[in-house]
């Protein structure tokens, strides 16, 4: 397997948990000392640490406004009466591990949006970014342009997939979490503009996603939406297949 964002299997889900910091300070503990008996939860968290360290490399240090930590107040406050009530009737609360994988998912989609907007100002097709030969580098943005995302999910259930959108490239990188496809099926990417009419982003693969280069006139308020097409996608225009997943994009 590559060093991609990891399959959300029970180690890799666990590993996630413990280098994002989603867990308890019990499981943490407990997480310590599983990296001393287990392998396999030992190369997961290892895998996780090379996926999220790049991220942070060279990135400066700044100080959040007082909105936001006014907003980052509200929202823990929030998480505090969802446990409370998580408590009082557990029946109506999704499993832990499927919620903070979810919130996990969206972390590093995000993350890694930012990271390829603000450290890559040129990119070729393919391979790595080199500098225009005998031109200087680009200069990089002055500050952090809106990075929006979107969980795009069932009715009920976790994400299919987490969608970043970069505004400065007008590119979505859709992160896969729980595409299910068959062998002669492919997942297919659309969004939905207020006319109601499904317009194709085109293919995604199921394990790896995808880049997708918007068209022009893209509505940033449109919903999105994964659909299950035969191989080649669908072949009248519109999703013939069942639509696994929706969503909208909203700022990080």
Sequence with gaps: ???????????????????LGLLSDAEHQQARVRLQTDEAFRREVARWERFVAPLFEDSPEIAPSEEVLASLKRRLDRGGALRRASNDN??????????????AMTFIAATLGAFLLLDTPERPEHGT??????????????????????????????????????????????????????????????????????????????????RVQLPDGFDREATLAISIEPEGGSPTGAPTGPIVGTGTLSAI
Excluded at 9 to 16: E, G, K, N
Excluded at 90 to 99: C, I, L, M, S, Y
């Design 1 to 19: 397997m590559s060093d991609g964002i990891p399959a959300p299997d029970r180690p890799s889900i666990d590993a996630a948990e413990f280098v």
């Design 90 to 103: 557990p029946k109506n609360v999704v499993p832990a591990f499927w919620r903070n994988y979810g919130v």
């Design 129 to 210: 970014y080199m500098p225009p030969t005998g031109a200087e580098a680009p200069a990089r943005p002055q500050g952090p342009a809106e990075v929006l995302a979107a969980r795009v999910s069932p009715e009920e259930g976790i994400p299919v997939a987490v969608i970043t959108y970069l505004p400065d490239s007008g590119e979505l990188v859709v992160a896969p979490v729980s595409i299910a496809a068959g062998s002669e099926q492919v997942p297919e990417l659309w969004f939905i503009p207020g006319d109601g009419t499904p317009r194709s982003l085109g293919l995604i693969d199921a394990a790896d996603g995808a």
